[in-house]
């Protein structure tokens, strides 16, 4: 697509995540395959941006993009779901931390998904019609369509205001902060 499009200014790279999802299954995290996915995006991503790079224009603009943990929402099911949450942030936060590596040492910035989505921040909040919770799963809830009710959830992807949240990230990248 690059080499067949050369005006294309912008490409942004969101990997990562689904190498992680077949690691968080039933409410449990398998630590030897967050081991492995973790693994894998540090041995594939920069044969990738190299890839990129090649096939696009010398103004080519790449933004990697850094990964919200939607296992926030498992907190409102309960202890089971609560016991879920901080293992599901250490897996999130490691591959974080792998992509923000790769990308720097490529000299390419990454949009920070995490913490536009607060995805730290345990300060208490209200959420309507719940009541006190920690300010991360507030927002993921207000996100994504992880605490949605069917037909739209419980589902990973964010909604119209969580892609406005992650266009802002990416705009940020871009400007250098």
């Known amino acids: ?6 005006t294309t200014v912008l490409v942004t790279v969101d990997l990562g995540f689904n190498n992680m999802r077949s690691c968080i299954v039933a409410g449990q995290i398998d630590q030897q395959c967050v081991d492995q996915s973790v693994s894998l995006v540090d041995q594939q991503l920069p044969q990738i941006l190299s ?13 990697g993009i850094g990964h919200y943990d939607p296992y926030l929402g498992s907190y409102l099911r309960g202890p089971t779901g609560r016991v879920l949450v901080p293992e599901s942030l250490d897996a999130i936060s490691r591959l974080d931390q792998t992509l923000r590596s790769i990308y720097a040492a490529a000299g390419i910035p990454m949009a920070d998904v995490a913490g536009s989505f607060n995805t ?18 507030a927002r993921i809830c207000s996100l994504t369509w992880m605490c949605s009710a069917k037909p739209y959830g419980p589902n990973q992807h964010p909604n119209d205001d969580g892609y406005r949240v992650i266009s802002q990230a990416i705009r940020a990248a871009l400007a250098g902060g």
């Open 120 to 137: 730290a921040s345990t300060d208490p909040t209200m959420m309507s019609g719940v009541g006190m919770v920690p300010r991360d799963v």
């Open 1 to 6: 697509f690059l080499r067949d499009h050369p």
């Open 51 to 63: 890839a990129l790079r090649a096939a696009g224009s010398p103004g080519l603009r790449i933004v």
